[in-house]
């Protein structure tokens, strides 16, 4: 039979088909029930066993193929984000304005996933490999931290390898750390009155909320500086009037390792405490979810940077190039400096040549073991629990910042696409090395053991069984 690389090659129309209609679906994490159900739907068609409704979420699932081990777990993402509706050209236009749009590339992501899975089983199909292939399901990776729930009900029990990647504008295998997190709402209960009339009657729940930010904003100067606090107010009363007795505002509180964002929760706590005491208004902090930092596997790493090279980087066209440079000209002047500020010195060097060219087609050697970047993934929990790696593909113009109406424009079209393939050809690649090199798969296992004998896993979710939907349906209504 074909190799998996030229059964991808056969039936690229198929997905870029598939990609197209998440991208345009662009639902948001824990609502993602049209992209959910499409890939589902494929799956079923193709013979997977599919498990619905994992970890209480009703769009997480688990689709199987194959028996036996090893068990190769491929974790796809299918959520979009709020307000980035975007059209597939290099100048910002809305298709339909404040809706949400694929500015993490998730469309790519899921569908990459599915692509991968589905060589894997035409050849366990044709019993050129034997083990069992699973596809999780995984959905609000924005928002909720899915997998951190299906960590938590035990869905990765039996898995000897998890494997993913993700949307970006260069291609690597991630080795960097992420941070620890904990989103969190703080709901405070005041009391009403006319703020004009008898304002001496009312206590604000808006000044609670007020109280609390200027808090944590002097709190900033005294915390680890890897630490990260953010928040939106997400309810602040009706009108200027009346005095508010509800207001809520919702806190993401990040550091780089489980403990530390622990400690640093705690101390925001004593802050909103504090504005409650201040403005006599009763205070609920709801915790909505938490992901934790990543445990490293360098095993797997080396096995997907191997892939990467072998497989190769696309090529790009004409017409690819001349809507890169387009997207690079409503970039601010030093973007391409800033890009770089999150690199070593050697990766510096080497991304240099892409000052001028906007599309970046190299494979990084593996670097950046020991940094933390910014942002959290819920992949953390994963690796927490089985051997886990990454990468990320180039799907956009170098330089593209996340979560931007530029990523949604790319992940509509050609340049996203090849993104795609690229990383659903090295997923299965390194699948299927997984599954005729036994001993690959042991020695990721023994590093894993290794490392969790090290630091015992804490999970950073709230006590309760399912993350809090309702919660999160109320809040997007808010906004
Ligand atoms: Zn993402």
Redesign the pocket.
Known sequence: MNSCIEWIDDNQSRFIELSDQIWNFAELGLFEYESSKLLMEILEIEGFTIEREVASMPTAFIATFGSGKPIIAILG?YDALPGLSQDKIPRKQPINKDMPGHG???NL?GVACLTAVLAIKEKIKNEELTGTIKFYGCPA??NANGKGWMVKEGLFDDVDISLTW??SDANSVVSFNFQAIIDVLFKFQGQTAHAAGDPFNGRSALDAVELMNVGCNYLREHIIPDARLHYIITKGGKAPNIVPEEAEVWYFVRAPRFEQVNDLYRRVLKVANGAAMMTETSLEPMILGGASNMLPNETLEELLHRKMTEVKPPIYSDEEIAFANEIRSTFPENYFDNALTIYPQEIRELTEQFRENPLNNIVYPIFGRGITLGGS?DVGDVTWVTPTAQFVTACSTFGTP?HSWQMVAHCGMSIGHKGMFYAAKVLAEATEELMTNPELVTKAKQEFQERISKTPYESLLPKMSSPPIEHFRQIYDNI
């Open positions: 993402e993490c590339g998730h992501f990776e924005e993700h949307p993934t996340g």
